[in-house]
């Protein structure tokens, strides 16, 4: 892998639309540190001066060595010494004076953040005993800071006068104004209003609280520390050890800033150690033994620059305008420590090659999950009253809630796996070889360390007894595959197949995806594991604004766990780890001038995906289907997906100066729910209506991982120069590497932003009224309007044929948009290196980097914008304008070979 697939961007995160929770990164062949979604393994060492130069192979359809994930299998390999010493030295150097602002940042008026990045290492390897005995090592550290900037809805500076004279001596107010300190919105694209109603005292109607975009400063830093030890000892030339110890540590502050004054950080430290014995019997016979430690470890405190009340305030929510307080689901912190042994054997006999052996992993693990340990307020919007007024006035709003964690927050997930494998590669002919194998998987059952993980049906009487998640023991992974290389010197089948120049290759597998302590965070918060005391507004006909003196309505004790509690995050007692079957048949062909075709169809099918289920929906009458039971929400395997594509490479190898690559895919993608969390696309983990009613079956559409096209060009370019001489130093010696790449923009879900079928979830889509209509009109219903609808971008009132969606009621209906409907901006970027070598001395030379990302700044607008026909921004419904991305950044780099 080359340096440039290993800087920033272009880091594997989808493999033949696999999503990136489901690659699995490993080091040395052994297993990576994943314990919760979206972690990756850490590539050590930048620029890759710590990594083996040859490729290894990323997506192995029929090796059953290689499993532990439903997705690739991504394997880094680190250098070994040799009898001479060798190393790099590497500085790099990144700042706000290469960037560019983004279309964004340039909108909301947000200046551009000062920062310096200098990235420093080296790496060093040599003998500790010639021809017996290796060392090799390295560092890297990655100090990062800058001026951050940071973007909040506040009040403007007219607002804040206006909410001082109307709420004089208000606690509430000046607890808000206190933590937004100097931050004064400013109007953007026209005046934002936020509703204060009419005074309940006076009677007097206080009009609009004018509300705008507010930017500031705050000191970043980030601290990423990683060392690398490697020793390999060789006892004979049939034996063979290694040792490796690697440690990364990372400091972010602040991680999020909610408020000036609330905010939190990050902080991480991994330590893996690996132990593996290579032992050859005989010629055809080896043993490979592999024992590795891995401490995982990270958390989100609170950060020691906040502000007291930050580490002991309760949050707040509200609509349109910034939320006061820290998240309720930070501090958060996940530790665990991986014992794995491996112990894989291969024997040739005759025609065949066998490969065999068993992996066992045991983790034990201490978590603190988001645990609402300080409590939080959730204020809402009622007629003529914004939520931020019924937090002034003290009033809940028809759905405002407070709720409290009580219990213990810390839980302890272990787990143990183990998995044994067999494969047989057949030389069945000269031209033809055969691969089968079978795998085997289980992953235990980590949820049931807690008393009631698992759904316990639909009779009360049940909820208080004790149960446990069902243990899946059967999963067998099959694959087979196939290489076949005919030989025809002459004729037409010579022209077409050449003598051993085609080869045409097949294969077919079932792999296996093992849970992620997420879902057991989740789980550790539902009743009755922890007890979660909320205290819900009541909308009561003489008082639509909900429960008065709200403030004071935050729990402060535990109560009685009983069926009407909810639980968000129970386990389906037969929940089982999803599978995916994956098969692809192409060929590929060595033409003329160093080119290679490759032609692939690549398909898959995945089973028994995660999905979140409603299993006890609200009803139109207000009650739920069980009345006797709260929210029931389930973690099942009702999910479904299948992909197919078409896959084409074209590699031209390097010669005369010049080598390129270029990939084409041309694929689709079908899913109901692509994840069993909200997605930035579709903005919900529900189905539009329950399971149980046919919600897979309706929204049923492209998946949100689908991208129809995508061509990545990579090329190497020697610039002509003089080689020797004066003149070679400053002219001789540039080269040009680059990647480009073109996509097709992501699918997503234009939301309606009111529960339109009232069975407590807002997972709805809105109706098309005129589809004729500019796609970025709307409108919501508004009795005061003679038409029954008004535009909220315009405050006018209008005909529903005038815009393109309005606001759905009631169940969905053929009128009812469709999920995943409409696509964001596609890409379009550039990314270069320019670099020279410089030759120092014998042995020794010197290579100078520039590169750039997104060198010719197009704007990429692959982000979602706002899509809630009821809520957003006025004027920014369906705007691109403000999620654009991929604003061009350069950096320097120098690094020293010896």
Request: charged letters at 20%.
């Amino acid at each position: 892998m080359r340096d440039l697939i290993f800087a920033d961007r272009h880091r594997v995160r989808f493999i033949n639309q696999n999503i990136r929770r489901l690659q699995q990164w490993v080091a040395e062949e052994t297993i990576g540190r994943k314990i919760a979604i979206g972690e990756l393994l850490l590539l050590f060492f930048i620029g890759g001066h710590a990594l083996e130069p040859r490729r290894r192979d990323d997506h192995r359809k029929d090796q059953v060595e290689f499993g532990r994930a439903g997705g690739g299998v991504i394997n880094v390999i680190t250098r070994s010494g040799a009898n001479d010493i060798h190393g790099t030295a590497l500085w790099q150097y990144r700042s706000q004076r290469f960037n560019a602002r983004s279309n964004t940042a340039v909108r909301n008026n947000t200046p551009k953040a000062v920062f310096s990045n200098n990235i420093y290492g080296f790496t060093v390897g040599g003998p500790i005993i010639k021809n017996k005995t290796f060392f090799f090592g390295g560092f890297q550290e990655d100090t990062n800071h800058s001026t951050a900037n940071y973007t909040f809805t506040t009040p403007t500076a007219d607002g804040v006068a206006k909410l001082r004279s109307l709420f004089p001596n208000n606690p509430r107010l000046n607890l808000y104004l206190d933590a937004i300190g100097s931050l004064r919105g400013v109007y953007d694209v026209r005046p934002l209003p936020l509703g204060l109603g009419i005074d309940p005292v006076t009677g007097i109607d206080r009009g609009a609280l004018p509300i705008g975009t507010s930017n500031t400063s705050n000191a970043y830093s980030g601290e990423t520390p990683q060392w690398l030890i490697r020793i390999d000892h060789n006892l004979s030339d049939a034996h063979r050890l290694s040792f490796r110890y690697i440690y990364d540590s990372n400091l972010t502050t602040p991680r999020v800033m909610y408020l000036p004054g609330y905010i939190d950080d990050f902080k991480g430290r991994d330590q893996t150690f690996l132990f593996s014995d290579s032992f050859t019997f005989s010629p055809t016979w080896t043993n490979e033994f592999r024992f590795s430690y891995g401490r995982i470890g990270f958390s989100f405190p609170i950060s020691g620059r906040s502000v007291a009340d930050a580490r002991t305030s309760p949050s707040f929510a509200f609509p349109t305008i910034a939320d006061l307080g820290i998240s309720s689901g930070i501090p958060q912190f996940r530790f665990a420590n991986n014992w794995l042994f491996q112990e894989t054997q291969s024997k040739v006999l005759g025609r065949h090659t066998f490969r065999y052996g068993v992996e066992f992993l045991r983790q034990l693990a201490r978590q603190r999950p988001p645990f609402n340990e300080r409590g939080s307020y959730t204020y809402t919007n009622a007629t003529a009253y914004s939520g931020f007024a019924n937090f002034l006035d003290d009033f809940s709003g028809p759905s405002g809630s407070t709720s409290r964690n009580f219990g213990a927050p810390v839980y302890y997930p272990n787990l143990f796996r183990q998995s044994y494998y067999f494969q047989d590669t057949l030389r069945a002919t000269r031209a033809l070889t055969l691969t089968l194998g079978l795998r085997y998987e289980n992953f235990g059952q980590p949820a049931n360390i807690f008393p009631y993980p698992a759904f316990a049906g639909f009779d009360p009487a049940r909820f208080l007894a004790p149960n446990k998640v069902n243990q899946d023991n059967n999963n067998f992974g099959p694959s087979f595959g196939l290489a076949w290389s005919p030989s025809y010197k002459d004729g037409l089948m010579g022209k077409l197949f050449g003598d051993g120049k085609m080869v045409w290759r097949g294969g077919y597998q079932i792999t296996y995806d093992s849970l992620f302590n997420n879902l057991l965070s989740n789980l550790a918060a539902d009743s009755p594991n922890t007890i979660n005391t909320v205290v819900t507004g009541d909308p009561a006909q003489v008082n639509p604004r909900g429960t008065g003196s709200f403030f004071s309505r935050l729990p402060t004790g535990a109560r009685v766990a009983t069926p009407l509690d909810a639980q968000a995050g129970v386990f389906d007692p037969d929940l089982r780890n999803p599978y995916t079957q994956r098969w692809s048949f192409g060929f590929q062909r060595e033409l003329p001038s160093r080119l290679l075709f490759d032609l692939s169809y690549v398909g898959s099918a995945s089973h028994k995906l995660l999905t979140t289920a409603d299993l006890n929906p609200q009803l139109p009458t207000g009650q739920r289907l069980y009345p006797n039971l709260g929210i029931r929400r389930a973690r099942t395997n009702a999910g479904n997906s299948n992909y197919h594509a078409m896959q084409l490479r074209l590699d031209r190898r390097f010669a005369n100066s010049f080598s390129a690559t270029g990939s084409y895919t041309w694929s689709r993608t079908i899913d109901s729910t692509s994840e069993v969390y909200a997605t930035t696309q579709s903005n919900s983990q529900f189905t539009s209506v329950p399971i149980s009613q046919g919600g897979l079956k309706l929204d049923r559409a492209l998946s949100d991982y689908h991208r129809l096209h995508r061509l990545s060009i990579t090329y190497q370019v020697e610039l002509p120069g003089p080689r020797s001489g004066f003149l070679s130093y400053p002219l001789g010696g540039w080269a040009v590497t680059g990647i480009t790449t073109f996509q097709s923009g992501a699918p997503y879900t234009i939301t309606n932003g009111f529960d339109r079928n009232a069975d407590g979830i807002g997972a709805d889509r809105p109706d098309i009224s005129n589809p004729n209509a500019p796609i970025n009109t709307r409108a919501v219903i508004a009795a005061a309007c003679p038409t029954g609808y008004r535009n909220p971008d315009t405050g006018a009132c209008v005909s529903p044929g005038d815009v393109h969606f309005i606001q759905g009621t009631g169940n969905p209906t053929a009128a009812t948009v469709g999920r995943n409907t409409l696509f964001a901006g596609g890409v379009h970027n550039w990314d270069m290196n320019i670099f020279k070598s410089f030759s120092v001395t014998e042995g020794k030379k010197l290579e100078f980097r520039w590169a750039a990302f997104n060198i010719f700044n197009h704007p990429q607008f692959t982000g979602v914008p706002e899509r809630s026909v009821l809520g957003g921004t006025a004027g920014r419904f369906l705007d691109r304008n403000y999620v654009t991305v991929g604003a061009r950044t350069m950096w320097l780099q120098l690094k020293l070979l010896f």
